[in-house]
């Protein structure tokens, strides 16, 4: 399974961004996907977390900000990202946690997709 993280880019603060992540493959289902980041000279952090297509977990820092959905029949999440802070500049990363098929699991990360946030 492939994932195709994309939406980055350099917005001033106060604006908005939408990431994609696009899972393409043999899928069967999708149970979980995740948004980390990475800012530089930080650890990866949990940004966004949506499990079966609809309960939503946010980080602290994001909540009110950001929002996580996913369209089920293009095995696609995206995340909305609002209001956005220097802070939240940083690398972000998705992944996506399902089964290939009855038996077999996976777990994929798509390439990071660079945000700016800056005046």
């Known amino acids: 399974v492939q994932l195709q993280a994309s939406g980055g880019g350099f917005v001033r603060p106060g604006g908005s961004l939408r990431l994609s992540c696009v899972a393409s493959?043999?899928?069967?289902?999708?149970?979980?996907m995740d948004w980390y980041r990475q800012a530089p000279g930080k650890q990866r952090e949990l940004v966004a977390r949506?499990?079966?297509?609809?309960?939503?977990k946010y980080a602290n820092s994001v909540k009110g900000r950001f929002t996580f959905s996913r369209d089920n029949a293009k095995n696609t999440g995206y995340l909305q990202m609002n209001s956005l802070k220097p802070e939240d500049t940083a690398v972000y990363y998705c992944?996506?946690?399902?089964?290939?098929?009855?038996?077999?699991?996976?777990?994929?990360w798509g390439q990071g997709t660079l945000v700016t946030v800056s005046s």
């Open positions: 992944n996506a946690i399902g089964r290939r098929d009855s038996f077999t699991p996976f777990l994929s």
């Open positions: 493959g043999s899928i069967l289902s999708i149970s979980e």
């Open positions: 949506i499990v079966n297509g609809r309960r939503t």
